[in-house]
């Protein structure tokens, strides 16, 4: 099972920190990765970690978001700075079991998150 938390409401320019939290899960994970939903619109995959730490990031959120894995390996946090109105949606957590050529594709996870919302207006 797998567990967001973290999402609200912010101004633009603020910032919020994502978490995602596995439980009742035993396989190795090989990448771990966020979506995003905005309303209306597709799933996109946003930033994406995999087992030795290497990281790809969206274009759209490069140099405002910051992935990273807890040391216990069962939590994955997204620091969002600067965060502005078009990074309003549903945020989803997924894990895949095995490598992914492209860890973005929605595609590509075997096990997804419910999803928190998050909201960025004036």
């Known amino acids: 099972q797998l567990m967001e938390s973290g999402g609200g409401s912010v101004q633009p320019g603020g910032s919020l920190r994502l978490s995602c939290v596995v439980s009742?899960?035993?396989?190795?994970?090989?990448?771990w990765t966020w979506f995003r939903q905005p309303p209306g619109k597709s799933r996109v995959g946003i930033a994406a970690?995999?087992?030795?730490?290497?990281?790809v990031y969206a274009d759209s959120v490069r140099g405002r978001f910051t992935i990273s894995l807890a040391n216990t390996k069962n939590t994955m946090y997204l620091q969002m700075n600067n965060l502005k109105p078009e990074d309003t949606g549903t945020y989803y957590c997924a894990l895949a079991v095995a490598p992914l050529v492209d860890p973005l594709k929605d595609s590509g996870p075997d096990y997804w998150g419910k999803g928190t919302l998050v909201t960025c207006s004036s």
């Open positions: 970690i995999d087992s030795d730490g290497s990281i």
């Open positions: 009742g899960y035993t396989y190795s994970t090989y990448h």
